[in-house]
């Protein structure tokens, strides 16, 4: 597939859904778990978009969780991604399960960011708040597509979902460079090159409104990807390694899933992936 050229200025701007008032606010990590833990999306979703700068960072503290998953409570059902068989995109129902299932993605990275601003200590303190306002902007995707899925007639959970994402995360939870390796530059850069794609089916049934959010969401994942690719690099300086051979050994060990085209290169390469790094893409696919 043919993609145009990206601009991360191209998107719309579009407005946030209304804000909760603001609570109490502690640590910035501290805050992380405690939002991880929650099991509502949309009161998380809507503390998130809420919560203050300037919070201070402890970064040496070690957290702990009772579970190493995120709240689940409202959660769809969870099934293989195998047995995932949505309608038709020209039905009613085929359409709200396509936003739906851009809405779950959403839902699940912001559990992903929240997980690595509490989970891993010891990084620079803008780590932690550059990771913290990736789950801002996550929570306003969430919310955004959230209100969207409505105006067709259908709300989060009426439609089952997979949990790849999260099962990556959890393979990773003991690795940062794995985590920043083969989540961001690896499972949300596939977001970049699936975007394109999605938003024509959208279009194709005439969903205008489903479209401008996903621009938005392409602008700032674009970024997302970028601070992956800048931890990444960070992490493999600090240890020695070369970037490019040890992103293949970190797929294969931890069973990453094979990278499928077409792959939006204007946006892999806005997101900071260099030339090396997008040939040794394409030859393994």
Same mark, same amino acid.
């Given at each position: 597939?043919k993609?145009?050229?990206f601009s991360?200025?191209s998107a719309?701007v579009?407005s946030?859904?209304?804000? *909760?008032?603001?609570?109490?606010?502690?640590?910035l990590?501290?805050l992380?778990?405690?939002w991880?833990?929650h099991?509502d999306?949309?009161?998380?979703?809507?503390a998130?978009?809420?919560?203050?700068?300037g919070?201070? =960072?402890?970064?040496q503290?070690e957290l702990?969780s009772p579970s190493?998953?995120?709240?689940?409570?409202?959660?769809p059902l969870?099934?293989p991604?195998t047995? /995932?068989?949505p309608p038709k995109l020209n039905t009613?129902?085929?359409h709200? #399960? !396509? =936003?739906h299932?851009?809405v779950? /993605?959403? %839902?699940n #990275? /912001?559990?992903?960011?929240l997980d690595?601003?509490?989970?891993f200590?010891?990084m620079?303190?803008?780590?932690? %708040?550059?990771?913290?306002q990736?789950?801002?902007?996550?929570?306003l995707?969430?919310?955004?597509?959230?209100e969207h899925l @409505?105006?067709?007639g259908?709300g989060?959970?009426?439609?089952?979902a997979?949990?790849g994402?999260?099962?990556?995360?959890?393979?990773t @939870?003991?690795?940062l460079?794995?985590r920043?390796?083969? =989540?961001?530059?690896t499972?949300e850069?596939?977001?970049l090159?699936?975007s394109?794609?999605?938003k024509?089916?959208? !279009?194709?049934?005439?969903?205008?409104? +489903?479209?401008?959010?996903?621009?938005? /969401?392409?602008?700032?994942?674009?970024?997302?990807?970028?601070?992956?690719?800048?931890?990444y +690099?960070?992490?493999?300086?600090?240890r020695?390694?070369?970037p490019?051979?040890?992103?293949?050994?970190l797929?294969?060990?931890y069973q990453a899933?094979?990278?499928?085209g077409p792959?939006n290169?204007?946006?892999? %390469?806005a997101?900071?992936?260099?030339?090396a790094e997008?040939?040794a893409?394409l *030859?393994?696919?």
């Amino acid at each position: 597939m043919k993609v145009s050229n990206f601009s991360v200025d191209s998107a719309p701007v579009l407005s946030a859904p209304k804000r *909760t008032p603001a609570i109490n606010t502690p640590e910035l990590r501290q805050l992380a778990l405690r939002w991880f833990m929650h099991d509502d999306p949309v009161t998380k979703a809507q503390a998130l978009m809420q919560t203050p700068a300037g919070l201070g =960072v402890d970064a040496q503290r070690e957290l702990n969780s009772p579970s190493p998953q995120p709240g689940r409570g409202a959660l769809p059902l969870l099934v293989p991604h195998t047995q /995932i068989k949505p309608p038709k995109l020209n039905t009613p129902e085929g359409h709200a #399960a !396509l =936003v739906h299932s851009v809405v779950h /993605i959403e %839902r699940n #990275a /912001i559990d992903l960011a929240l997980d690595v601003v509490w989970r891993f200590s010891g990084m620079p303190e803008d780590f932690y %708040r550059a990771w913290f306002q990736v789950a801002q902007e996550e929570a306003l995707h969430f919310s955004l597509l959230s209100e969207h899925l @409505q105006t067709l007639g259908f709300g989060y959970g009426d439609f089952p979902a997979h949990d790849g994402l999260w099962e990556m995360a959890e393979r990773t @939870q003991n690795d940062l460079l794995a985590r920043v390796a083969l =989540v961001p530059r690896t499972l949300e850069a596939r977001g970049l090159d699936a975007s394109p794609a999605v938003k024509n089916k959208l !279009l194709s049934v005439g969903d205008l409104r +489903g479209g401008e959010i996903l621009d938005l /969401i392409l602008r700032d994942e674009v970024g997302h990807v970028a601070l992956g690719n800048r931890w990444y +690099g960070h992490l493999c300086q600090q240890r020695g390694l070369e970037p490019v051979a040890t992103f293949a050994q970190l797929r294969q060990q931890y069973q990453a899933p094979r990278m499928k085209g077409p792959f939006n290169l204007p946006a892999r %390469r806005a997101a900071g992936f260099s030339e090396a790094e997008l040939q040794a893409l394409l *030859t393994m696919a």
